[in-house]
């Protein structure tokens, strides 16, 4: 039976992923050997890898002067590795939730952090602006978050700062474009929008690096990673593999231009019932509101109905709607490989809601 599957991370992978991946499990590229049971070292492995970076290069139009690296970790261990490489004694974050609290609680282990903008006051509900001005000229380099997963808020443009911009873009990477020049450093997780878990994007602009006189592990490092092509040690093979496979399915579909229509019109589709329906209330600001994770809560009159709601649609195969377990509520990721056809039962599903219980 069909599922419709909403999850924020992990998240759905397309059928061309997942179909590709297994082949390569069984046989890669005709080679009679499994992408999981060969070196990383080979030649096959080493095809795997080089590919991967281009595509990465080329869907993103990364310019010159930038590294792409696959690491381990996850985007928590960017929160450390980034400042561990760049912070020399300044660094400046904008505290837009949950994430970027944790990315400010690593910063502060090398050096001093100004935050200088949040929007805590109003439970993360929208992206605070107008903080550009007020960016100390001396800061190693400013962090942001585009992409809230949690509270559902995204930046709608990038922020125009005269020092390094660094961004964790773990959940929207790859749904629209995005100018790379204007940053210094972009990490992403790969398990919403890039592939599976276990593997870590990297894009870095070289010449930022060795600027700090700290010592710094070697895994750790970026040089290290750049250096050695990502492939100091070991790289997780079959999540790199998968990644390439999503990658090139954007390609086929039209790349990040089409990944953010598409994203658009599902996003919408959601919101527009949301906003339509009474039963719900949308709980990130309009203008602000993420096209990839859309976050809603019963209306006041409906509170006790929450979990009905989330039985109601169980019934109908559609899952993960279920809010973070931190803000509760509701939330429909929708990243690149959600299909329309789930976000219409989703929307089916509230409008015959509405018709049962209101
Ligand atoms: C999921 C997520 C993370 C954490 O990623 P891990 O890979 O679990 O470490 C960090 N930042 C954002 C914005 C996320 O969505």
């Not at 991946?21 to 046989?27: H, V």
């Given at each position: 039976m069909k599922k419709h599957n909403f999850y924020a991370g992990p998240s759905r992978l397309s059928e061309y992923t997942l179909k590709a991946?297994?082949?390569?499990?069984?046989?890669l590229a005709g080679s009679?050997?499994?992408?999981?049971?060969?070196?990383?070292?080979?030649?096959?492995?080493?095809?795997?890898m080089d590919s991967s970076i281009e595509i990465v290069k080329e869907l993103l139009q990364v310019p010159e002067?930038?590294?792409?690296?696959?690491?381990?970790?996850?985007?928590?261990m960017q929160f450390c590795m980034a400042p561990y490489n760049l912070l020399d004694k300044h660094a400046t974050y904008v505290n837009t939730g949950i994430w970027a609290e944790n990315a400010i609680k690593e910063a502060k282990l090398f050096g001093e952090v100004e935050v200088i903008a949040s929007s805590e006051d109003k439970n993360f509900s929208y992206i605070p602006k107008n903080w550009e001005k007020n960016v100390n000229p001396q800061t190693s380099y400013v962090h942001i978050t585009t992409n809230n997963t949690i509270v559902g808020t995204q930046y709608k443009s990038d922020p125009v700062v005269s020092v390094p911009l660094v961004s964790d873009m773990s959940s929207d990477l790859f749904s629209r474009p995005v100018d790379i020049s204007k940053y210094a450093l972009i990490y992403a997780g790969a398990q919403k929008n890039i592939g599976p878990a276990g593997v870590t994007l990297v894009i870095v602009k070289d010449e930022l690096l060795?600027?700090?006189?700290?010592?710094?592990?070697?895994?750790?490092?970026?040089?290290?990673?750049?250096?050695?092509?990502?492939?100091?040690?070991?790289?997780?093979?079959?999540?790199v593999y998968a990644c390439l496979k999503t990658l090139e399915r954007y390609r086929q579909l039209g790349g990040v231009e089409a990944m953010h229509e598409r994203a658009n019109i599902k996003a919408q589709m959601i919101y527009n019932e949301i906003d339509r329906n009474q039963m719900f209330v949308g709980t990130a600001e309009v203008s602000d509101r993420s096209n990839m994770n859309i976050c809603f809560v019963m209306s006041e009159n409906y509170k006790e109905l929450e979990s009905t709601f989330l039985e109601f649609i169980a019934a109908r195969n559609i899952l993960g709607v279920k809010g973070h377990r931190l803000v509760g509520g509701f939330r429909a990721s929708s990243y690149n490989a959600q299909r329309e056809e789930s976000v219409k039962a989703l929307v089916k599903a509230m409008k015959d809601f509405e018709k049962r219980y209101k």
């Open positions: 991946t297994a082949e390569a499990i069984g046989n009679g050997l499994s992408i999981m049971g060969i070196s990383h070292r080979s030649a096959e492995f080493k095809d795997v002067g930038y590294s792409v690296l696959f690491l381990q970790g996850g985007g928590s060795g600027k700090v006189t700290r010592e710094i592990p070697t895994m750790l490092q970026y040089k290290t990673h750049i250096d050695k092509g990502s492939m100091y040690n070991t790289p997780p093979t079959v999540a």
